[in-house]
């Protein structure tokens, strides 16, 4: 039995991010079950081998050094009354103020054969661990990713190149549809089905067939997806199909939940006194609409974190919502987003979208790749509503800066006098600049 100033529930970006500001100042408690803390965004490169396993571990020392206490248990309920935490093995602990960062877990389909062997999703380390096993076994088994998803994707191409035949099923009829509109997906497309995967888009998975293992794939259109081969019982499929905030150990208590996780408040107060949440299981708003929006990662986790902890210590910052910006990397290309795509900004605005198409550094130099950016903006006052960005060159750069754009409400008028930089080896000629000529087709088309 302890007393915490502060009682962090989780171990992932969120929870670590307030322990590491929290813990010199406080008396910090942060829960978490599993022996280690991931680093997720690694998992796909450790089966690819371009990080070791170990990699994708997080050190202990990222929080205890703080001077917080980690305790290696489960949360399985909270007394709001009393705030008191009781654990799977059976301890109590109390908090003047709760944290709750219990962040996300995997969706599955209700589909027939999703508890069959041979599949998983991808977020544990168990996961990853089977997947890098069967990734080297001799006789290679075939694989389904579902969900052409930045994550989907990064693991499909993991899986590809350790030699397994693997297929990439979505039902949307684009890859990376939460990220790129259709107009900018097709040299992704061309980039996955160069690196030798099997596109299905436009296809629902139905369900996974076999005697309790995944002998087959089927689709909604019939098609059949067989993973048994001469060596292989079964195959692998994965399901990386969204993430789902994990409340359910505060399902039927006070605490208010929404439809995508805790309800908080912009300094991510719940509806209950001295409990906040932060990080995947929130349910948080666009920075635009204003509107509750899924886009469960870690760059808006641990931003909601150290608002939280600051807070904590006397300062009075707010979350504005999250603006949605997300990079992945496709074989040779990489592409990211910010803001609304063209296809969710047009459900709520009357929109003008633009493009650019340039050169990575002078077309002259002969590594010079192309890159190409949409931007979205809205008619009525020509605002920025959001960016998508796909290159041969690394994208998070440009994103931020057109996620920058958005969050200080710039319109198209104020990046056609953006002052830019340009260098041989690192831009296009000084005659232009990727946003700008984004915002200068904007404009023109403005006013036709
Ligand atoms: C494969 C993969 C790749 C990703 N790539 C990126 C990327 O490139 N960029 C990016 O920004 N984001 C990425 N993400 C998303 C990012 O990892 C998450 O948004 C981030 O981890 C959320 O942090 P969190 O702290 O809110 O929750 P989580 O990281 O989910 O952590 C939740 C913690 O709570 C613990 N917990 C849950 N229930 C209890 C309980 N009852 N008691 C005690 N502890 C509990 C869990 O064990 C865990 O430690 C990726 C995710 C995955 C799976």
Redesign the pocket.
């Known amino acids: 039995m302890k007393n915490y100033d502060v009682l962090i ?7 670590i991010t307030i322990a590491k500001i929290l813990g010199p100042h406080k008396r910090i408690g942060i ?4 022996k280690f ?1 991931m680093i ?2 690694a ?2 490169y450790a089966i690819e081998k371009i990080v070791g396993m170990d990699k994708t571990l997080k050190k202990d020392s990222l929080v205890t050094d703080s001077g917080a206490d980690l305790i290696r248990d ?2 399985v309920n909270v007394d709001f009354d009393k705030k008191a935490v009781h654990t799977e093995q059976q301890q109590t602990f109390y908090y003047d103020k709760l944290v709750i ?4 877990i995997p969706f599955l389909p209700p589909i027939d054969g999703i508890d069959y062997d041979g599949v998983y999703t ?2 544990w380390e168990d996961d990853l661990k089977s997947l890098n096993d069967a990734s080297k076994d001799k006789h290679k088994k075939k694989a389904v990713v579902v969900g052409a998803g930045a ?1 989907g994707i990064e693991l499909a191409l993991a899986l590809k190149s350790c030699g397994l035949e693997t297929h990439l099923v979505d039902m949307a009829e684009s890859v990376l549809p939460n990220l790129l509109d259709r107009d900018m997906s097709g040299p992704v497309e061309e980039e996955l089905k160069q690196a030798g995967l099997f596109l299905h888009l436009g296809r629902k998975t139905e369900k996974v067939i076999g005697k309790q293992q995944a002998e087959a794939v089927v689709l909604d259109n019939g098609e059949v997806i067989n993973l048994k081969d001469e060596f292989n019982a079964h195959g692998i499929v994965v399901f990386s199909v969204g993430m789902r905030a ?1 409340v359910e ?1 505060f399902l039927n208590t006070a605490l208010e939940i929404g439809k995508m996780g805790v309800i908080i408040d912009s300094k991510m107060q719940t509806s209950l006194p001295d409990v906040y949440s932060v ?3 929130a349910q948080f708003v666009s920075g635009i609409t204003g509107e509750p929006i899924e886009g ?4 808006n ?1 641990v931003p909601m974190a150290r608002i939280l902890a600051k807070n904590m210590l006397g300062e009075q910052r707010e979350y504005a919502g999250f603006y949605n910006g997300a990079a992945t990397k496709i074989g040779k290309l990489f592409a990211g987003g910010t803001g609304l795509s063209e296809t969710v900004a047009r459900k709520k605005y009357d929109v003008i979208v633009g493009y650019s198409e340039l050169t990575t550094m002078f077309p002259i130099m002969p590594e010079a790749k192309l890159v190409k950016m949409k931007l979205v903006v809205s008619r009525a006052d020509l605002r920025v509503l959001g960016a998508q960005v796909v290159s041969g060159n690394p994208v998070t750069d440009k994103v931020d800066l057109v996620t920058m754009a958005i969050q200080n409400n710039l319109t198209v008028n104020d990046l056609t006098g953006f002052s830019y930089s340009a260098q041989p080896y690192q831009s296009f000629f000084p005659a232009n600049n990727l946003l700008v000529a984004c915002a200068e087709d904007i404009l023109s088309k403005s006013r036709n």
Do not use: Q
């Not at 829960?31 to 599993?34: S, Y």
């Not at 469960?296 to 760059?299: Q, V």
């Open positions: 529930v989780g171990g992932g970006p969120a929870a829960i978490r079950p599993e803390s997720y965004c998992m796909p489960k949360v960062a219990t962040g996300s991808f977020k994550i994990n150990i990080g995947d299981c469960k990662l870690a760059t986790a």
